[in-house]
């Protein structure tokens, strides 16, 4: 139990360290962020409605 | 997906004005999903085992993550490539566009299919090989309690997460590599030397828990093999694979004189590019069945193996769609400086998708085994009697099963492209100005018809993944789901390998006429390596990977039967 514990800590901590230093750089550039922002809505309408198919045919 | 979503953006930004801050953002992105793909799998995995004394019952996660992984990977690899063929044929064929042009109202649904095909696609595929793996190990190590312990039930979890433990210090290592690289510095010197550092991690902590736990150097040896077969798919891959090998040239030549011989010579050499890496990953489980005294316990530890860096690979794979879409962001955006810095990144995410392709590739084809002979052991199975005709007939059904599957996939994806090419042609005949770049194209659009075609699509395979095996064994019995699992494996993986490749080679040869050679853009041999680049998406992207986890979903549908079929 104990090797798991410590590489499941490890591992989020990592994971939080990546995202938040990821998250904390900002696009400067405006033509950039529009065009990352329809990616963005994109691939979320995607899957939101992918995450209800699978979860209705899945049960 | 959540983590990444917003990083291409970053890496574009950055790309403006340093190549090393566009690495580092895309590779810190593609880490936090890396490591998040063994992370989650070892939270369920460890708590499902500490808690549930019955360890058969993890055969259920296994099941439920191949199952959600094959429709994450067939719905993400159709909205992918029907995006990205509907904008290259009608965008780059027919308009002479060049890639990702603003002017293509294809452009985004292709850079959204990077993300929920490569990203999202892939994470599950490798999510569900990682739990799959130690599932079957633990259902294996239960039979070898009175060889080694109680040990032997706990030994594949742990020697996973020493694998996590390993990526997670790979990252760490090229992390440091970036912060002292200044001025030139090679991405590709530094990724693979964080591969080699967590490999190398991986194999001693792998030496010491086999030593420790089990008290057995051959379980170790068993482990080593797994992680030298994924070195060697690499390798081959990259053979068949890569702008400077003689396949990838000889294909583009054949190009010179059409579109047909380029496609028949990319399937010459797709054909022939499965059977050194069979020898090579079967080779595996042969050796570490001969080292350790035949004992099926160190084939399910071979299959562990070559799971062992897949955290870090994970985050290289992740790392190439990143930068590809920040590529694509850029030109969109319309910055040339962002543009430069980012193509020299985009190769080296091209050469890590082709390494985490060949590791998904040998840890399915492992995976698929030790699933069916989890199966065999867990049923009781122990001789397969195989001049039975129904047991004979079982396996050519299995056989042709997979090739109906991947049928399917390539059926659906065409049929998809087919909606998208006429949309989009649509809308340049509709929309005015469009082609003189004076007005937008409708985006949403063609976004709405991969993401309904996508979804709708992915039904019938995984209907054909649960009830197939169901058929089988309640049907005919035990022994004839055993040789239906056998025809499917021993028909999928070759295929697999095959479209992978072969896939892989056409694109590569349209990279190298583009690079200039045999006329270059423009040229027909360009609009030759083109169609055979077309050919090659839905082959390499949808049809290669889908077929991985359908095997194993069949194979996991099996194993979650077999009290129903022995009772």
């Known amino acids: 139990m104990i090797l798991p514990a410590i590489t499941i800590t490890l591992g989020i901590a990592t994971i939080l360290y990546l995202a938040v230093s990821n998250y904390a750089v900002k696009i400067r550039n405006n033509r950039i962020d529009q065009v990352s922002d329809l990616i963005k809505k994109g691939a979320f309408a995607y899957l939101g409605r992918q995450f209800k198919t699978i979860f209705v045919f899945i049960p | ?567």
């Open chain 2, 1 to 567: 997906m959540i983590m990444i979503i917003k990083v291409h953006g970053k890496a574009a930004d950055a790309a403006r004005t340093s190549s090393l801050d566009a690495f580092r953002i895309a590779f810190m992105g593609g880490s936090s999903m890396g490591m998040l793909v063994p992370i989650a799998g070892l939270i369920g995995l460890t708590l499902l085992y500490f808690y549930f004394p019955d360890h058969t019952m993890l055969i259920g996660f296994g099941f439920g993550s191949s199952l959600t992984a094959l429709f994450a990977q067939i719905g993400g690899g159709i909205y992918t490539k029907a995006a990205d063929i509907g904008a290259d044929l009608v965008g780059k064929v027919e308009h002479g566009m060049p890639e990702d042009d603003p002017r293509n109202p294809g452009v985004i649904a292709d850079l959204v299919g990077d993300n929920v095909g490569d990203c999202a696609g892939r994470g599950s595929d490798l999510f569900q090989s990682f739990s799959g793996d130690v599932i079957t190990g633990i259902i294996m190590g239960i039979a070898f309690v009175p060889k080694y312990g109680p040990g032997a039930v706990v030994f594949p979890l742990l020697l996973q997460t020493a694998g996590v433990l390993a990526s997670n210090i790979g990252i760490m290592a090229v992390r440091m590599f970036m912060s002292s690289a200044k001025g030139a510095f090679s991405p590709s010197r530094i990724l693979n030397t964080g591969l080699v550092i967590t490999a190398a991690i991986a194999i001693l902590s792998a030496f010491a828990l086999s030593v420790y736990v089990l008290n057995d150097v051959s379980i170790f040896v068993a482990a080593l093999s797994g992680v030298l077969a994924v070195f060697a798919a690499i390798f081959i891959a990259r053979h068949y694979t890569s702008v400077t090998g003689k396949p990838v040239r000889e294909i583009a030549s054949a190009a010179r004189r059409g579109a047909a011989l380029d496609v028949l010579k990319g399937m010459s050499y797709g054909m022939q590019s499965p059977i050194v890496p069979i020898i090579m990953i079967l080779g595996a489980s042969v050796v570490s069945y001969i080292v350790s005294g035949y004992s099926l316990y160190a084939v399910a530890i071979a299959n562990i193996g070559t799971d062992l860096m897949i955290g870090f690979m994970m985050s290289a794979d992740v790392f190439g769609p990143i930068v590809d879409n920040a590529d694509g962001v850029a030109e969109l955006s319309k910055q040339p400086r962002a543009q430069r810095s980012l193509s020299r990144l985009d190769s080296v995410g091209n050469t890590m998708k082709a390494y985490t392709k060949a590791l998904s590739m040998t840890t399915g084809t492992l995976t698929a085994v030790v699933v069916f002979i989890t199966y065999a052991q867990i049923a009781g199975i122990t001789q397969l009697d195989m001049l039975a005709p129904m047991n004979l007939a079982a396996v050519f059904v299995g056989a042709g099963t997979s090739f109906l599957v991947a049928a399917l996939l390539i059926g659906s994806t065409t049929k998809t492209a087919e909606v998208m090419v006429d949309e989009i042609r649509r809308q340049y005949h509709t929309i005015k100005g469009l082609l003189q770049g004076k007005a937008e194209p409708d985006y949403a659009r063609c976004i709405d018809i991969s993401t309904s075609n996508a979804l709708r699509e992915m039904a019938v395979p995984g209907i054909i993944a649960v009830a197939a095996p169901m058929v089988a064994g309640v049907l005919f019995g035990p022994q004839v789901l055993l040789s239906f699992i056998i025809g499917i494996t021993v028909s999928a993986v070759p295929l697999s390998i095959y479209f992978s490749n072969a896939g892989a080679a056409y694109d590569n040869a349209k990279k190298y006429v583009e690079e200039g050679n045999f006329g270059g853009k423009g040229s027909e041999t360009h609009a030759a390596v083109v169609i055979g680049d077309t050919v090659g998406d839905p082959m390499k992207d949808v049809a290669g990977p889908s077929l991985v986890i359908f095997m194993k979903v069949v194979g996991m549908t099996a194993l979650m039967l077999v009290p129903l079929l022995v009772a």
